[in-house]
């Protein structure tokens, strides 16, 4: 499909951010809204209804329970952000407060090894200031009478700051004020990228027009990997397709269901008067970039005699609503790619975050923001999830992936 394109105002920005979706957005309003940079930012979007990102398929949820610090004090600033949302936004009262739907993640383990790793994990978040508990399997079942746990050892659940929030109205709020801070937003198209030595110095739009830059940021998602090829240069992301089913119970349950994490990799929650479900495909290959067919048979197959065993009540249930989305998927090690590229010294990443993308992009936002306008971190240090990882082929480990 053709979509109709809108030229630039000017010929020449000091930033440049492919990509107008959570991550770009995040990073072009907290530019905006820092005092310290008074450069000129243009966003260039392919698309700005948002049919097809994956800012329009996700799932909207945030938790704290990682195994690695850095990934659990991204989200700590995360669920600062979605509870003073107003704040950040400068007690603007046209902003409305965010609520945060404290309903939490519950992983269940059912082998000793995995039983270990929460065991270890929870300590690590417990020491960082995060609500996780340990809880054995009949702790679980007094507190959700409702769980068939005869496979299950333990798990870990946190019922403080992890839930659900509306992320696309900070996305939107993200958007406004941006553009209010003086950042254009214009629907069209990067098709070229002029590279001279460890420089960007342009780039050409689906228009025709050719646009001078100081910075470029890659903020493409499942597209990221093709935008860095216009530079010369390979990252490990691409779109693989994850689903997601909303469904009604005839039976419902008496009190919220956790974001349940079942050992067979499907994941099920409260979603208002209904109940969401997801998974990846058991094969989970590359798709191409238009792909978002559903594949019914997983809900048939697989989704629904999963939740069934483990919720004997769903097993009447009525499917409302069903649709695929792409994770933008770091094959390395499923974590962001954040940062300058090591030897094209203004080309800065913002790729690759599997899934985590909206729970993380205040964090992520903000560290981009500060790297431009700094020259470095100044807030958290995102270094881990720097380029040079890639380069050298070594893994982010994050034992806490879904």
Not at 101 to 123: C, E, I, M, P, V
């Amino acid at each position: 499909m053709t979509r109709p394109t809108t030229p630039p105002n000017k010929r020449s920005y000091d930033v440049v951010i492919i990509g107008g979706a959570m991550i770009g957005s995040s990073v072009a309003w907290f530019l905006a809204d820092n005092l310290d940079f008074d450069g000129t930012v243009l966003v260039v979007e392919r698309d700005q209804s948002y049919e097809f990102a994956s800012t329009s398929h996700t799932n909207s949820c945030i938790r704290q329970q990682f195994s690695n610090e850095i990934n659990i004090r991204v989200s700590q600033f995360g669920v600062d952000f979605i509870k003073n949302f107003r704040r950040y936004m400068g007690d603007d009262p046209r902003v409305p407060e965010i609520p945060l739907h404290s309903f939490g993640y519950l992983y269940l383990a059912d082998n000793d090894a995995f039983d270990q790793t929460l065991r270890s994990n929870q300590k690590l978040q417990q020491s960082l200031g995060a609500g996780t508990k340990y809880m054995t399997r009949d702790e679980i079942q007094a507190a959700y009478p409702f769980y068939q746990l005869d496979d299950v050892i333990g798990g870990t659940h946190n019922l403080i700051d992890e839930g659900y929030f509306d992320g696309n109205t900070m996305f939107d709020w993200w958007k406004r004020r941006a553009r209010e801070g003086g950042v254009e937003y214009i629907q069209n198209e990067v098709v070229a990228i002029d590279r001279t030595d460890n420089r960007i110095q342009s780039v050409r739009l689906a228009s025709g027009e050719i646009v001078t830059c100081g910075t470029v940021v890659n903020a493409t998602g499942p597209r990221a990997a093709a935008t860095a090829r216009m530079v010369g240069i390979d990252i490990p992301v691409e779109p693989r397709k994850r689903f997601t089913f909303i469904f009604a119970a005839e039976n419902p349950l008496d009190r919220d269901l956790p974001l349940t994490i079942d050992p067979s990799g499907v994941h099920m929650r409260t979603d208002g008067k209904y109940y969401m479900a997801g998974c990846p495909p058991d094969f989970d290959p590359a798709v191409e970039f238009d792909d978002f067919a559903m594949d019914h048979d997983i809900w048939e197959d697989k989704v629904w005699p999963i939740i069934a065993t483990r919720i004997p009540q769903f097993e009447a249930i009525k499917l409302i609503n069903s649709w695929a989305g792409h994770y933008a998927y770091n094959t390395l090690d499923q974590n962001a790619i954040l940062g300058r590229h090591n030897e094209v010294e203004n080309f800065i990443f913002a790729n690759g975050f599997s899934g985590h993308g909206f729970q993380q992009s205040p964090a992520m936002g903000r560290g981009v923001g500060e790297l431009i306008t700094y020259g470095g971190f100044r807030t958290l240090d995102l270094s881990p999830f720097g380029y040079e990882r890639v380069l050298k082929g070594e893994r982010f480990m994050e034992r806490a992936v879904i």
